[in-house]
Structures are given as structure tokens and as C-alpha cells.
């Protein structure tokens, strides 16, 4: 795969997207993954197809597997470890986040990190200053050997590449039979509802199809678009609570669909924090479930926003004011 030329790298080179005498090729697993998926979603236009339970999991989804696996698995404890939970607890937010089809753990993490260090710079592998579409979904789709390999993996993935764990899932196989199994789980739980309450065959692949592709196909498009807009909204729109000398910014938008991501700017202020929003209006959903998974005593060790300290300005304002 790397270094061949397929037929969407001479269609890129003659669009002028790619330059032949570069390296860098077109992911095709990754891209024909992408386009399928989306195709695959797209069945959720065939009427035969809808069902109220069937939305109803594509809306769950988003919570479950975007908010639960993605936000608080991979991004906020795997990465930035805002929070500290049992190992259980932990290996099963991975498997959650790796339902989302958005790279294995190390990978994941190993990029977001190298984005926190090389943020909207030369070194950071999806910043918008190379346009929206390279920082929403091109830089994945096309391959670049800095980003998949061992010493990059050991660099910024180190704790999780001593892990014996996630290099277990850094294996193919056992990468399909996740997804194989979250397709089963959904058509054929789908399938017996609806055998059980239509008693018929035709009620029972209809619904179990339903769930299918509302429940996996359109909300992992879905999933996907939320994450990929925290790298290219919320580093383009929005407002600048802090001064983190880099291009992220607070995007009310993107911090309601992604569930508290997009309290971007807030989040490169103070990586580490497991809550993103800092204001009343800013709300977390994110957080307020490590929260609840603290009060219960499955989360500790949270971190929090540092409380914020005054500048000599506004200590003078207040004292003239009082």
C-alpha cells in the first residue's frame, strides 16, 4: 500500500491536490472505509428502513459510543488523563471509543498529543491553516508514514505502548472482530424485537436492518463529522477565553452536538482538565458524567479547571469599584 500509486492518487495529482514528486499517497483502506460508510448511510433514506427505535439508537449512539467511548474514553482519559478509574473500567471505554472506527487507542492518542504539542503549526497533523477540508477529514484520508509507525507510537503513546492491552488491539483481527460484533449486536437484537412483535420474518429483518443501519451506520458517520469539526470549527469560529497563542477557539455549536468537545480554547488553556466548559452557559455533558461516575466512586482524582487568577488590572478595577 505505501509508495504504490493507485487510480485516486493520479485523479488528486492531475486536481493538483497532491504533488506527484511527494511521498505522501492516498490512504485507500481508510478512503474506501469512508466513502462506504457513508454510503452505507445513506439506506437510512430507504423508507423500509425507518424506524422510531431505529433513530432512537442513532440519537443514543451519540451519547453512548461519541460522548462515552470517544470524549470521556479516548480523548479525556487516554490521552490527557483527567481522571483516574479502575482498569476494568478503562479497557471498557476503549472498546466503546474503538466502536467509533476512528483508529486504535495508541494511534488516536498519538495524534491528538502530537497536536497539543505542534498546535496550528508546521508539526500539527490536521491544522486548519492548511485549509478546512485537510484539517476536517484530509489528513487522514491521505497516508503519512510520520503518523503510523513504532517510534511515534513510543514518543506519544508511550504508557499505552508498554500496555499489553492496547497493543492487543492494535491487531487487525481482533480490530475486525469488534466491528463485526457491534453489527451483530445491533441486527440481531433488532431482529428479535421485531420478530417479537410483528411474529413474522419480514418484521424481523426489517427492524433488524433498521437498527443496523440507523444504530451503527448513520450514527458512526454522524460520530465521526461531531469529532473531526473539534479539529477544524473550533480552530477556525468562535471566541478566545484564553490566550493559548495557537488558533482554537469556544464553539457554542460544536460544545452542544460534540457534548462539551467544543470548548476548544478553554480545553488548550488547560489540556489536562477533564471539564472543557468553564462558564454557566458552557455546558459539559462530557464532564457531568465523570462527575457522576465520581459520586459513585468509579471515577477519582479529576482534574479541574485551575481556579483563575486575576490580573494587577482587574485587581484595580475591583478596588476602584468597591
Known amino acids: 500500500m505505501l509508495g504504490s500509486t493507485s487510480i485516486v492518487d493520479r485523479c488528486l495529482w492531475r486536481m493538483g491536490i497532491l504533488d506527484a514528486a511527494s511521498p505522501l499517497r492516498v490512504n485507500v483502506p481508510v478512503f474506501t472505509g469512508i466513502v462506504g460508510f457513508h454510503l452505507l448511510a445513506l439506506l437510512a433514506c430507504i423508507p423500509w428502513l425507518f424506524s422510531w427505535s431505529g433513530l432512537a439508537w442513532a440519537v443514543a449512539g451519540l451519547y453512548l459510543f461519541g460522548t462515552i467511548g470517544i470524549n470521556i474514553g479516548y480523548h479525556r482519559l487516554l490521552t490527557h488523563r483527567g481522571f483516574a478509574c479502575p482498569r476494568w473500567l478503562e479497557h471498557a471505554l476503549t472498546v466503546v471509543g474503538a466502536c467509533c472506527w476512528q483508529g486504535t487507542p495508541m494511534n488516536w492518542v498519538s495524534v491528538h498529543r502530537m497536536h497539543h504539542q505542534h498546535s496550528d503549526d508546521s508539526g500539527d497533523p490536521h491544522t486548519p491553516r492548511a485549509g478546512f477540508f485537510w484539517s476536517h477529514m484530509g489528513w487522514f484520508l491521505i497516508y503519512d508514514p510520520a503518523l503510523y509507525n513504532i517510534a511515534t507510537y513510543d514518543r506519544y503513546a508511550r504508557d499505552l505502548f508498554q500496555d499489553r492491552f492496547y497493543k492487543w488491539l492494535e491487531r487487525p483481527r481482533i480490530w475486525r472482530n469488534i466491528h463485526r460484533a457491534q453489527w451483530a449486536a445491533f441486527f440481531v437484537a433488532g431482529a ?108 477519582w ?18 478596588h476602584a469599584a468597591a
Open 301 to 318: 482524582d479529576v482534574v479541574r479547571p485551575k481556579p483563575k487568577q486575576r490580573t494587577p488590572v482587574e485587581k484595580a478595577d475591583e
Open 192 to 299: 428479535v424485537v421485531g420478530g417479537l412483535t410483528e411474529w413474522s420474518l419480514e418484521g424481523a429483518l426489517q427492524l433488524g436492518l433498521s437498527w443496523l443501519v440507523w444504530g451503527v451506520f448513520v450514527r458512526t458517520v454522524a460520530v465521526w463529522h461531531i469529532t473531526w469539526s473539534v479539529n477544524s470549527v473550533t480552530h477556525l469560529w468562535g471566541y478566545q477565553t484564553h490566550d493559548t497563542r495557537d488558533d482554537s477557539r469556544n464553539n457554542w455549536l460544536v460544545g452542544l452536538v460534540s457534548n462539551g468537545e467544543g470548548w476548544h480554547n478553554n480545553h488548550h488553556a488547560e489540556p489536562r482538565s477533564a471539564a472543557h466548559g468553564q462558564r454557566w452557559w458552557e455546558l459539559d455533558v462530557s464532564y457531568l458524567t465523570i462527575w457522576a461516575l465520581e459520586r459513585t466512586g468509579l471515577v
